[in-house]
């Protein structure tokens, strides 16, 4: 079964740590609008594509893969306070192969055959992309007015509530963001696509504003599923109910119509409403029980993908069973 997933940050990493446990032929679909930290400072004095989300990537599969040294090593980050400082040691392995091979799905294939991953790390767009929002609440005089920031750094951290997001491409230019073709054809080839869990304006909603991947997604045969984030997320989607992350995706993307949202039961005040959220987009709700009973605020890899199999119909033995598309929500 060929699955992809897309997303960014700790919520794709997730992710791919599940749908391993479900098939070993996964491709991670990337974001690529990060301005903050070490992958903001290399975007910026390199021009090149910021490497931390598609660090996260590497370091899951590395992981599923019994490279935990590898994975250990990717996001070992230097201290102190010299130029080093902050640098995680597989941004500026990735920024590296960038500028040493100039094509960035090429840089990351070859990073692929260093770490011995199965998997595939593609980014969502072959350039830096900026991130711009809608928020309101920032006008003391006026709350309900709408003030336009720019930056994933601006948009995750704003003390305003978040309305719309949009892509731009790099510079001054007008033209819409550029789809990575790997990527889209790794979407209408897939069996089933992922989307989810994460930061829902800056690592998840992105990907359904470059027209490429947008149209991609809407025409793909596979089923399509969306795991929903534990909790809210303070700045971005503080006060979300589960559903309304449902509504503001389908706000963003009304063509998109999915198969399954799979989501954990005891992060969902109201499954009524979260079913009705999901009938909206034309999927079943499959709540279970996927959150680490040990680590707040993060899913369980195995017990995500038990959902996983659950909401695609599949065995253990990754047989079909009925599938997402003719099965009854739980």
């Known amino acids: 079964m060929r699955a992809v997933a897309l997303g960014g940050g700790h919520g794709l990493h997730a992710t791919l740590s599940a749908v391993r446990r479900v098939t070993p032929d996964v491709t991670a679909i990337v974001t690529v609008a990060d301005d903050g930290g070490s992958s903001g400072r290399l975007r910026r004095e390199l021009g090149l594509l910021p490497p931390g989300d598609l660090r996260q990537a590497f370091a899951a599969f590395a ?5 935990t040294l590898w994975a250990e090593v990717f996001q070992h980050r230097f201290g102190g306070d010299g130029a080093l400082a902050g640098h ?4 500026l392995l990735l920024a590296g192969l960038f500028e040493v091979l100039g094509d960035p799905v090429a840089a990351l ?5 260093l770490m011995g991953v199965s998997g595939r790390v593609l980014p969502m767009s072959p350039e830096p992309l900026e991130i711009e929002g809608e928020v309101s609440g920032l006008d003391s005089e006026d709350p309900s007015a709408l003030r336009r920031i720019r930056g994933q750094v601006a948009v995750a951290s704003t003390p305003g509530q978040v309305r719309r997001v949009s892509l731009r491409s790099p510079g001054a230019s007008a033209r819409p963001p550029v789809a990575c073709e790997e990527a889209v054809e790794a979407v209408l080839a897939a069996d089933v696509v ?10 998840v909603l992105p990907h359904l504003l470059v027209p490429g ?15 929903l984030n ?7 989607t503080a006060g979300f109910s ?13 063509l998109l119509r999915v198969d399954a949202v799979i989501a954990d039961r005891d992060s969902v005040p109201d499954p009524a409403n979260l079913r009705r959220a999901a009938a909206r987009l034309g999927a079943r709700a499959h709540l279970g029980a996927v959150a680490d009973p040990e680590v707040a605020g993060r899913h369980d890899p195995d017990a995500l993908a038990r959902c996983m199999r ?5 065995g253990r033995d990754g047989e079909h069973g009925g599938g997402a598309k003719g099965r009854e929500g739980q």
């Open 213 to 227: 991947l947008h149209d991609a997604l809407v025409r793909t045969t596979a089923t399509k599923a969306i795991v």
């Open 88 to 91: 995680a040691v597989g941004n």
């Open 242 to 254: 589960p559903e309304r992350h449902l509504d503001v995706l389908s706000e963003h993307a009304p």
């Open 63 to 67: 992981a599923e893969d019994g490279g």
């Open 194 to 203: 992922f989307l989810g869990p994460g930061s829902w304006f800056t690592s």
């Open 310 to 314: 659950e909401a695609l119909g599949l």
């Open 230 to 236: 534990l909790v809210p997320q303070p700045g971005e």
């Open 109 to 113: 294939d070859e990073a692929c055959r």
